[in-house]
């Protein structure tokens, strides 16, 4: 029996002309068996290639089942060499073998921390080598002009090929692509022993001379090479891809820069390939409401040809097409160029795989769900507006807001512009292929996205470092629907506020606990544990906030104002007596408190104030004895800063309150006035332009002595008044006395 012929097929990875080179090579040699580069864990993956509903750009995806984090992406495109090679071979009935370093010891040995999906790669460039031999500076452009466009290629042109490439290798090698080779050759050698007569070796063209069965080195040195790996359990499956992560643009190493032209490349016969392709670019151009003739895109074919003619080139590449669009199509412009370039060049495909693919049950409950709430996954970034009164759509909200909570981000939230109430959500959704690894990690919280994510949260619960997490966590629990896991959280945070003496971080959990409250009904959540906590936190807050308050430097004074105004928002949210009773108590003594820092002293006054609770008298002469030649500049400042905070009114129609700080300003020293200034800068530069030109105006008129003041009524000519008046009583449904 004579030796089976070995045929290595050196290609570049996902190129168009050397998927034609390895289809017309394959049905040269007729082969018993087909072997591709990739790990052998994706031969469970085969015989799903034959299914329909498997629509590259796909990848697959090897994940340690323990620590799904470390996974490996193995890209396919209808144009990558490997996925013509496998298709070739379901279609004639060969088998075939993936053949690379196992993912098992791959995956073994990286960092569980660096989650960037990857493909077990060179460190070296041999292409380079060779385009720098034949007079080129971009190594892109030689391989296109020597391999992708010519249409010639036979098992001859990949054994000239695979010399050139013995060549330029030399010492290249490193430690990892010798393990990666060795196990290469221990695939074939063992299909040589079974028999076959012809076999196709499909692989990076780099490693073609190393897989000549001619070349082979020992048995014994690559057995070596293979020896005590380390190994961890792993799981194969299909995961979509999309043109975006095949190009450089997305930072995977793929080696594609323009997926999308490769791809028309590839399914366009030779003689359209030029004229369809601006067909497109017109198109594209349409539909964003720019001109783009038929004449347009005729002469900018021609011109197209003719700069390959005059640039020596044997066919019409992407730069010729983007330089005629530029001077025919976009008038010169490259800004209408980077439409084509994200909608064409690069593309906005997205695969699809089949039901049957293997996944773990939790890809399998948000596949389902994906399909019965009309969500489908998209490559492309949309922007989805949901109404939370439409039951449908509400459980649309719910799904993402879940998926958030697993880290798996296929959905941010945006601004809804516009709103009814809290009743609108608007969502930017964009399926990416690294969601994939998110869901099979989010896996090991539970089997489906409502069980997952509850145990997430519980488990958050746990662990967390402080109130302000619970908080959070809570409202998590509000918008994804979890019962269960806002129970846990309750049950976490009555625990932790029970020992909790700090009053700033109780402080900061009184905002998130109202609005799971005040909300709740719009989801018909029971929030009867929540208010019960809310309240305990609300009055051990009240009694503690002066003590809190006092000898603080300015940064925990920063701190104490923020954490101050959220619980007081939290509070006005309820408007329960029970809450607002013991917080106004507290914040009334606060205010009177003259040593308190005056950020926080400051601010607390400007809440009374607005709430109704201090006089503006006292408020005003509150204010004169704070910026009173005794009180250092600095803390004068810090108290007008947190007392100003709001809307400019206080200071347009309170003439009293704008005198004082006026006065206080002039009468500073010069060394003083040089402290202050940056500081109330600050304060004034919160107000809009408008406000600040009114405040200006009013304080010359106070100057002058030309701003009069008059009582409320004196002006008013209520018989006038009296239509208006009862126009809005109705609006309103009040009864209008005749």
């Known amino acids: 029996m004579s030796d089976p012929r070995v045929e290595v097929l050196g290609v570049r990875h996902h190129g168009p002309g050397s998927a034609r080179s390895v289809a017309r090579a394959l049905d040269e040699l007729l082969p018993d068996v087909v072997v591709i580069e990739g790990p052998p864990e994706l031969d469970a993956l085969v015989p799903l290639a034959a299914d329909p509903d498997l629509v590259p750009p796909v990848a697959g995806l090897v994940y340690a089942v323990d620590e799904p984090r470390r996974a490996a992406f193995y890209p396919f495109a209808v144009f990558s060499p490997e996925w013509v090679a496998l298709r070739w071979a379901l279609e004639h009935g060969v088998d075939v073998r993936f053949a690379d370093l196992p993912a098992t010891h791959h995956l073994a040995g990286g960092d569980p921390e660096d989650d960037t999906p990857r493909r077990p790669g ?112 792993v799981a194969a499956t299909w995961a979509p891809w999309s043109s975006e992560r095949l190009s450089y643009a997305s930072g995977y ?179 990416t292929p690294e969601l994939a690894v998110a869901v099979i990690e989010a896996s090991l919280h539970g089997t489906t996205v409502r069980s997952a994510a509850e145990s997430r949260i519980a488990e958050d619960a ?115 007596d029970d809450l607002r009773d013991p917080w106004t108590e507290a914040l009334v003594a606060v205010g009177r408190d003259e040593t308190i820092h005056g950020a926080v002293a400051g601010r607390v006054n400007r809440l009374l104030l607005d709430g109704g609770h201090l006089a503006h008298d006292e ?20 108290w007008l800063d947190g007392f100003l905070t709001g809307e400019a009114l206080l200071l347009v129609h309170g003439d009293d309150l704008l005198s004082i700080i006026d006065e206080w300003l002039v009468d500073a020293s010069e060394e003083a006035f040089e402290d202050l200034l940056p500081l109330v800068r600050r304060t004034f530069s919160r107000y809009q332009p408008a406000e600040r030109r009114l405040i200006g105006t009013h304080l010359r008129d106070l100057a002058s002595g030309t701003r009069t003041t008059t009582s409320s009524t004196d002006s008013l000519d209520l018989d006038r008044a009296a239509p208006a008046i009862a126009a809005v009583a109705r609006l309103l449904g009040m009864e209008v006395a005749s």
């Open 122 to 233: 060179r460190r070296v460039d041999p292409i380079s080598a060779l385009a720098s031999a034949a007079g080129y500076d971009d190594p892109e452009r030689w391989w296109e002009d020597a391999v992708e466009h010519r249409r010639t290629s036979s098992l001859a042109h990949f054994a000239h090929l695979r010399q050139a490439m013995e060549g330029v290798r030399g010492d290249l090698e490193v430690d990892d692509d010798a393990r990666r080779e060795a196990f290469m050759r221990k695939v074939i050698r063992a299909e040589m022993r079974g028999g076959r007569e012809r076999v196709a070796v499909v692989c990076g063209a780099y490693h073609a001379p190393a897989l000549d069965p001619s070349s082979f080195p020992p048995v014994s040195r690559d057995n070596a090479l293979l020896s005590k790996l380390p190994k961890v359990k």
């Open 619 to 638: 408020a005003a002469a509150r204010l004169s004895r704070r910026l009173s030649p005794g009180t250092p500049a600095p803390a004068a400042a810090a």
């Open 462 to 576: 746990r662990e967390a470092a402080d109130l302000g997490v619970l908080g959070r966590l809570i409202e998590e629990c509000l918008l994804a629907d979890l019962p269960e896991g806002l129970r846990a959280v309750v049950a976490a945070l009555a625990e932790r506020t029970a020992r909790q003496h700090d009053t700033e971080a109780l402080l900061r959990t009184i905002e998130p606990l109202a609005r799971t409250c005040r909300y709740g009904d719009v989801r018909g959540v029971d929030v009867a544990d929540v208010a019960h906590v809310l309240q305990t936190v609300v009055v051990r807050t009240s009694v503690g906030l002066r003590a809190a308050c006092s000898s603080l430097d300015d940064d925990s004074a920063a701190a104490m104002r923020t954490a101050v105004e959220a619980a007081h928002r939290g509070v006005a949210l309820v408007d329960r």
């Open 253 to 431: 190493g793929a080696g594609v820069r323009s997926p999308g032209w490769y791809h028309h490349l590839f399914v366009t016969s030779e003689d359209e390939v030029v004229p369809s392709w601006f067909v497109r670019v017109a198109r594209a151009l349409r539909g964003e409401n720019l001109d783009a003739s038929t004449a347009s895109v005729v002469e900018a074919t021609r011109l197209a040809g003719a700069l390959a003619a005059v640039r020596g080139r044997p066919s019409v590449g992407l730069a010729e097409l983007t330089d005629a669009a530029r001077a025919v199509l976009t008038y010169g412009s490259d800004l209408p160029l980077r439409l084509v370039d994200r909608t064409l060049v690069i593309g906005e495909l997205l695969g699809r795989v089949p039901e049957s693919t293997p996944m773990v049950p939790l890809a399998g409950d948000l596949a389902k769900q994906q399909k019965t709430l009309r969500l489908k996954a998209s490559a492309t970034s949309t922007v989805v507006q949901l109404d939370l009164r439409r039951e449908s759509q509400l459980a649309r909200s719910v799904l993402l807001h879940r998926l958030a909570v697993l880290d798996v981000p296929w959905g941010t939230q945006v601004d809804a512009g516009r709103t009814t109430g809290t009743f609108k959500e608007a969502w930017q959704l964009e399926w």
